[in-house]
């Protein structure tokens, strides 16, 4: 009887690590938003709201500088192991890359200190400690994440942002449980998550990874085939720099830095004109639309890979139907949450949160409308990118984030939250008009347009679940 199709065996393989990868974001999601939970009911709301400006500038930040590098590295450990090429100066390049970014990203840090620390932080001088080691402990754990996609382990991939979501957890429920106390214990969290979760990349490294830094044959078998079929002068190149692919990775960049606007400049905006009370009170309403976003990661990243399939093998109808189907689920969803905000949202937020704000049901319902248009904008996105959109659909999310943000600082309405709310429910509508426009009326370029199972797939597939960790 003859084996199993060494490819077949490959893709199924691939397969069952993705869909851990996808549970790991989902349960991730679940985990943060009880780390919010928790800080707010142990914390006063001026401490409470100083964290969450703390996570939502560390986020910002981290997406700006830690993850190009991660995208690229993921995508050229790939691409170099697929020929059964040595990954060696891939890894060592990326590392004096990102070395030179967190130096770079602490000098600046000293230098601005007293404006950060006094001025977006109220002169609390530990949470500036955290928020600087916090974005360096990022820059590694990012480093591994590009280590990990690029290799193809994705259940290490998904053990570390696990790990690091029951470990950022751990602080507040440690203050719950009376074993620590106060803000900075709860804080501390924030930093410790990125250090402790690197505990589970060694496990990378025990069989697999000598081979690859020296780029052995075996590592990917069908690569290393391929590569000696090839004539050498037909390889890829073996250097490793920002600017190859770089315009691939600019566009997802973007993306990534415009869904972080989306659901941190808020908070961040509210705090420098009503202070820190006001940015925990509106960061919680967000969390109406945060909360979903980080289940929906689970859908997102199976998505992507199923609609390239698709579109790789005509299946057209299929395609629009996986769409459709994707978007019905997200209205019934939002109805029910809306529903639920109707009947009883002030009374529910004061449970997840607690009694230190009082909601109102309109500030609900509009944050609800808006999270349902995020969420078909974020399904409209993953089908741009499958048909190789990724150009235009970084140029559409880039626009609404920048429109989101000058909205939000013009006191065009005098109540700083409904600012926010409403521009966010704008910006999801604008976003998600844009996106149908691409979808409906695509213009592929080559360079944009991936094969299942790519480099460019897996960074896009690990950059869609990302938020929830």
């Known amino acids: 009887m003859a084996g199993a199709d060494p490819g077949t065996s490959e893709a199924r ?10 549970i790991g974001v989902g349960l991730t999601g679940l985990i943060t938003y009880l780390f919010f939970a928790i800080a707010s009911h142990e914390l006063s709301r001026e401490e409470y709201g100083q964290v969450a400006v703390l996570w939502s500038a560390v986020f910002i930040v981290v997406s700006v500088l830690q993850r190009p590098v991660e995208q690229l590295l993921s995508r050229t450990v790939s691409e170099h192991l697929e020929t059964g090429q040595s990954i060696a100066r891939t890894v060592r390049v990326a590392a004096t890359i990102q070395g030179a970014v967190a ?8 230098a601005l200190r007293d404006p950060i620390e006094n001025g977006l932080l109220d002169g609390n001088e530990t949470l500036y400690w955290i928020g600087v080691s916090a974005i360096a402990a990022y820059g590694v754990s990012y480093f591994a994440r590009g280590y990990l996609a690029g290799s193809h382990r994705l259940t290490i991939y998904a053990l570390l942002i696990i790990s690091e979501s029951v470990s950022r957890t751990a602080f507040p429920l440690a203050v719950a449980l009376g074993i620590a106390s106060g803000q900075d214990a709860v804080a501390l969290g924030i930093v410790a998550a990125p250090t402790l979760s690197l505990i589970v990349v060694p496990f990378a490294f025990l069989r697999r990874a000598p081979r690859e830094l020296q780029g052995a044959p075996g590592s990917t078998a069908a690569g290393a085939e391929s590569a000696a079929a090839e004539p050498a002068a037909s390889q890829p190149e073996g250097e490793f720099t920002l600017a190859r692919g770089g315009g691939f990775a600019a566009a997802v960049f973007l993306i990534m830095l415009s869904e972080q606007t989306f659901l941190n400049a808020g908070p961040l905006l509210v705090k420098g004109s009503a202070g820190a009370a006001a940015a925990g009170f509106i960061f919680n309403v967000l969390m109406i639309a945060r909360a979903p976003l980080q289940l929906f990661q689970a859908v997102s990243t199976s998505l992507l890979p199923h609609l390239t399939r698709l579109r790789s093998q005509g299946a057209s109808d299929d395609f629009a139907a996986s769409v459709r189907l994707t978007i019905a689920g997200i209205a019934g969803f939002a109805a029910v949450v809306a529903l639920a905000m109707a009947i009883a949202g002030p009374e529910l937020m004061q449970i997840a949160f607690g009694e230190k704000f009082t909601y109102e049901r309109s500030d609900l319902l509009i944050v609800t409308a808006g999270m349902g248009l995020y969420l078909t904008a974020a399904t409209l996105n993953q089908a741009a990118l ?19 943000v000058v909205w939000t600082a013009l006191p065009l309405v005098e109540d700083e939250f409904h600012r926010v709310e409403i521009g966010y429910l704008g910006a999801a509508a604008a976003l998600c008009a844009l996106l149908y426009l691409i979808y409906r009326r695509p213009h592929p370029r080559e360079e944009d347009t991936f094969a299942p ?10 950059a869609a679940g990302d938020e929830g960790s």
Request: proline share 2%.
């Open 13 to 22: 393989s691939y397969g069952r690590r993705a869909s851990l990868l996808s």
């Open 103 to 110: 130096v770079a990203f602490l000098a600046l840090a000293f």
């Open 386 to 404: 499958a048909q190789g959109q990724v150009r235009r659909a970084a140029a559409c999310w880039i626009a609404c984030a920048v429109a989101f």
């Open 453 to 462: 199972g790519s480099p460019e797939e897996t960074g896009l597939r690990l």
